[in-house]
């Protein structure tokens, strides 16, 4: 049993530990999805959400594994999982929200292979949260997967005005921002530890 | 380039992932682990052995299994093949060196989403025979291994002075810190990225005239 309060379980995942920029979870839709502050903000939202009821899943997976006395079969039990929470994600939004689905659109099947949501699962195990904390840990992953991720998009809307040179343009630069993005982040370094 | 193309198909197999297509520094697939363990030589080599075990057992089984997989399930059937051989690799590094596998953490699991492997069993191996599907894997994770390697590298020597543990830079070397912390990764990776990108658009502006003569 982890005994660190809630407050801090959350502020460590959104800013200390940020998952993007600390951890390098979800680098691809970081990389990828990072060029418009609309579909950042989207992305953010759909994968807070997955994130919430994977985490839910996954522990009452885990209780169920240690009953049967199988933890090696955790890895696949919790991608299967994952599967099925996008699966099922996607088909409530396009029941209860046409106009939700569609602003989403790809998005949500991408979901399944961002290391983040495995990533989140994984670690909650690891450090024997409890269901509390595990909500809690979820929602700040999102919440600084989100912060991350609009911050990007924030500053690649800008840099398409600057005047970049041509070797640089695309990937490398993008990675320099991120890098500095980054060292910034590690400011947050020490806050929640009481 | 016209030397690799005339080359027999086996050998392209396995050469193309090593440069040409090189999964992380052409491709830029599975970039998480490629920046999250690389902050020592030994980190990112070990890394990268893992995932080219993973890799060319997978390739091996998608290929093997093409036939019989139903389309419509194809992609969970992968992750599942993988997902069992990553369990495979990590309790095999868990018995091997304890040191080794706290020090690569959750990355081990996390070789699972790599879009590396699964891009290789649903772009390659699912659609060719065992042997090309073999060295496909076995090219691409060399060059998988070799973009960590050089990362690690990299980040090692200039945060620490140290390259596989052993000082090789003189004491009077102020180590950069900054390339063992979560940003140099990036500032690394975005470095290599522009050599790369420099180093090709140098060989294209050299190739025109050649082609024009």
Not at chain 1, 56 to 64: C, I, M, Q
Not at chain 1, 114 to 129: D, P, S
Not at chain 1, 144 to 161: N, Q
Not at chain 2, 96 to 119: D, M, P, R, Y
Request: charged residues 10%; contains cysteine.
């Amino acid at each position: 049993m982890n005994d660190a309060s809630l407050w801090s379980v959350f502020i460590n995942a959104s800013l200390v530990n940020n998952f993007v920029l600390a951890y390098f979870l979800g680098i691809c839709p970081f990389l990828g999805v990072s060029g418009k502050l609309a579909t950042a903000t989207r992305m953010g939202a759909a994968v807070t959400f997955v994130m919430l009821v994977a985490a839910g899943s996954a522990y009452a997976v885990n209780l169920l594994l240690e009953w049967a006395g199988v933890p090696y079969l955790r890895l696949i039990c919790y991608i299967v999982i994952i599967a099925s929470t996008v699966q099922f994600v996607e088909m409530l939004v396009k029941k209860l929200s046409r106009a939700l689905f569609r602003a989403l659109g790809i998005f949500l099947p991408l979901i399944t292979t961002n290391c983040a949501i495995l990533g989140l699962a994984l670690f909650q195990t690891n450090r024997e949260y409890d269901l509390a904390q595990s909500l809690v840990f979820a929602l700040g992953a999102g919440a600084g997967f989100t912060l991350a991720l609009v911050l990007m998009a924030g500053i690649r809307e800008k840099l398409e005005l600057a005047s970049v040179p041509d070797v640089a343009r695309g990937a490398a630069i993008t990675l320099m921002v991120a890098g500095i993005l980054s060292l910034s982040f590690m400011g947050f370094a020490g806050l929640g530890a009481g | 380039m016209a030397i690799e193309q005339r080359d027999a198909p086996a050998a392209d197999d396995l050469l193309k992932g090593l440069w040409r297509e090189n999964p992380v520094f052409v491709q830029l697939l599975g970039m998480c682990p490629v920046l999250a363990v690389t902050n020592s030589a030994i980190n990112g080599l070990s890394m990268g052995i893992a995932t080219l075990f993973v890799l060319v057992l997978s390739n091996t089984l998608v290929s093997l299994l093409r036939r019989a997989i139903p389309r419509e399930v194809r992609i969970a059937t992968f992750i599942l093949i993988i997902a069992s051989f990553v369990t495979v690799v990590d309790y095999l590094i868990q018995a091997v060196s304890l040191e080794l596998h706290k020090s690569l953490g959750a990355f081990i699991s996390l070789i699972v989403v790599n879009c590396l492997i699964l891009g290789r069993a649903e772009a390659f191996a699912s659609r060719h025979g065992v042997s090309r599907a073999v060295l496909d894997g076995l090219g691409m994770g060399l060059g998988f291994t070799f973009a960590l390697l050089c990362m690690g590298a990299v980040r090692e020597l200039l945060g620490s002075g140290t390259l596989f543990g052993v000082a090789v830079l003189p004491d009077a070397f102020q180590p950069w810190v900054v390339m063992v912390l979560p940003g140099g990764g990036f500032f690394t990776l975005g470095a290599l990225l522009l050599l790369i990108n420099h180093m090709q658009a140098r060989r294209a502006a050299s190739a025109i005239p050649v082609e024009q003569a």
